[in-house]
């Protein structure tokens, strides 16, 4: 194999990782701040493709309108999750939270199949995403170089929000001590509610990029990014915003390397978020950004 | 300025403060000494709105019992908890923010100002972990964090647990300061021999009510206060 092949797919590898980021983000924060592992989270994902797919080829918006308004929609949704499903179960043990979430996700998934139907819709890509570049022989599909550079443009807005801004400090403090938070005067469930908000919206701007990577869609396409998302999450620290987008870039690299090196693995490409998973649990259950779990999170 | 009357505080089948009235005046230094487990901690944790509780909480004429604790905070009571409770992965200047949290951004600076003057090691540590401070500088943080909030009322949960006894008088000096600035304060200690030398009025709690009252100085030559709280024989 070739520099140039391996270039190539290196970007790709690192576009599905801005994707699996993207996602693990919402998995890690919301954990941060009520530690519950929300396995709907991939699901509020898919809800966020639709939304897309109905703003474009129902209400007729422009791409960019249909994209800035499935983002705050999926934001909503993601609030509106909490409040009805998690939040009246705030000091209830973490294992009735968990098994409300996969509740949640089995509800989203067949609301869904109900109301769409499970025949895979596809996703219009506008023409702005659908092109692709030769650089010095590489070539690169468009969405694959956009979608890193919103990623990452994504991570660096939150963690300005999380180190300068009222609410974003008070999200960090939130993820080590609750009480103590709500001493100072904060609202918990507001700042909560806006965890929600911020991990939805990244779920959602995952979702349109997948969508347009993947230009298929389906009311169970939120399960398995979601799960790699959460081994993403799980790889770089759960808790740990930069952590989750390192965990995301990992998975998504390793995944396809893993198929361009050896091809007749091709058929296991959605073993190797799991197989890295596992040795993460095994050998450092903290992952790679995680630090003692009482010393609070981002 | 607070009026407590007959609070209840349970935990599932525990009774922790059994039906306890008392009063805390503008202006004063009010303590509750009594041992571990007598019900301090879950007192002042009713009147912030941290735990549930039944009965009569007044202060400055409202009724806060069941409001949320951020709600209360707003009002202007302020607790320092016990253990001190920092934001260890905060900055110091992060942990300040926090304590003004609803505090316009104008009117946080001289705030700032105030609380490294009132503690200049905060200053020099700034942009440093809460988590790297001593334990006694951890106490100096939750202080100047419960301040910043201007609040009228301060409460103190322990504020000498486990600091040294130099660091202690320090903290005990400041308490004396503030209040002489006007600031009322509910002070709850085991150290019931500091607590009753800077306080004007002193409730003794036991298993959940209170046993005896008076002022401090009174208590601190009651022969049943000396013998079960200052170690005398």
Do not use: C
Not at chain 1, 207 to 229: D, E, H, R, V
Not at chain 1, 232 to 240: E, T, Y
């Amino acid at each position: 194999m070739n520099t140039t092949l391996i270039l190539q797919q290196l970007f790709n590898g690192l576009a599905l990782g801005s994707l699996y980021g993207l996602i693990a983000i919402g998995y890690t924060m919301v954990y941060g701040v009520i530690r519950l592992i929300n396995f709907a989270h991939g699901d509020v994902m898919m809800v966020g493709t639709y939304i897309a797919i109905l703003a474009v080829s129902v209400l007729l918006l422009p791409w960019w309108a249909a994209f800035l308004l499935t983002i705050f929609a999926t934001a909503f949704v993601g609030v509106v999750i909490d409040k009805i499903a998690y939040k009246p179960l705030r000091n209830a043990s973490r294992i009735s939270s968990l098994i409300t979430a996969i509740g949640v996700s089995f509800f989203l998934e067949n609301l869904f199949l109900v109301i769409f139907g499970g025949v895979p819709k596809s996703f219009p890509i506008p023409a702005l995403f659908s092109g692709t570049l030769h650089i010095k022989g590489v070539i690169l599909p468009v969405i694959s170089i956009i979608v890193p550079i919103v990623a990452l443009a994504f991570l660096a807005i939150l963690m300005y929000i999380l180190h300068n801004t009222k609410y974003g400090i008070a999200m960090r403090a939130l993820s080590l001590d609750m009480d103590t938070t709500r001493l100072m005067g904060a609202n918990v469930d507001a700042i909560i509610s806006f965890v929600f908000a911020i991990g939805s919206s990244l779920a959602a701007a995952g979702g349109i990029f997948w969508a347009l990577k993947y230009p298929s869609i389906n009311p169970l396409m939120g399960i398995m990014p979601g799960l790699k998302a959460f081994a993403a999450a799980v790889l770089g620290g759960i808790g740990s915003v930069p952590g989750a987008a390192i965990g995301g870039f990992i998975i998504g690299i390793v995944e396809i390397l893993a198929v361009a090196l050896f091809p007749p693995l091709a058929g296991y490409k959605d073993a190797f978020a799991f197989l890295l998973l596992i040795f993460v649990l095994l050998f450092k259950p903290t992952g790679i950004m995680g630090e003692d779990l009482e010393r609070g999170r981002f | 300025m607070l009026k407590v009357k007959d609070l209840d505080v349970y935990y599932g089948v525990i009774h922790a403060v059994k039906g306890i009235s008392f009063n805390v005046p503008e202006g004063k230094i009010v303590t509750l000494i009594g041992a571990n487990g007598a019900g301090k901690s879950s007192t002042l944790k009713a009147i912030a709105g941290l735990v549930k509780s039944k009965g009569n909480i007044k202060f400055l004429g409202h009724d806060i019992r069941g409001k949320q604790a951020h709600k209360i905070s707003n009002m202007g009571i302020s607790l320092v908890p016990e253990g001190r409770h920092v934001f260890v992965n905060l900055t110091i200047l992060e942990n300040l923010r926090m304590g003004g949290f609803n505090k316009k951004h104008s009117e946080l600076e001289p705030l700032y100002e105030k609380a490294f003057e009132l503690f200049p090691i905060l200053k020099e540590r700034a942009n440093q972990k809460a988590g790297t401070l001593s334990g006694g500088e951890q106490q100096m943080l939750a202080l100047a964090r419960a301040l910043m909030s201007e609040p009228s009322l301060l409460m103190l949960d322990e504020p000498s647990l486990g600091l040294a006894p130099k660091i202690v008088a320090e903290v005990f000096d400041i308490v004396k300061m503030l209040n002489s600035k006007g600031m009322t304060v509910l002070l709850v200690e085991q150290n019931a021999a500091q607590a009753l030398k800077i306080a004007h009025y002193a409730y003794v709690l036991e298993n959940g009510a209170i046993t005896l009252e008076d002022e401090a100085k009174a208590l601190l030559n009651n022969e049943q206060v000396r013998k079960s709280y200052l170690g005398e024989m």
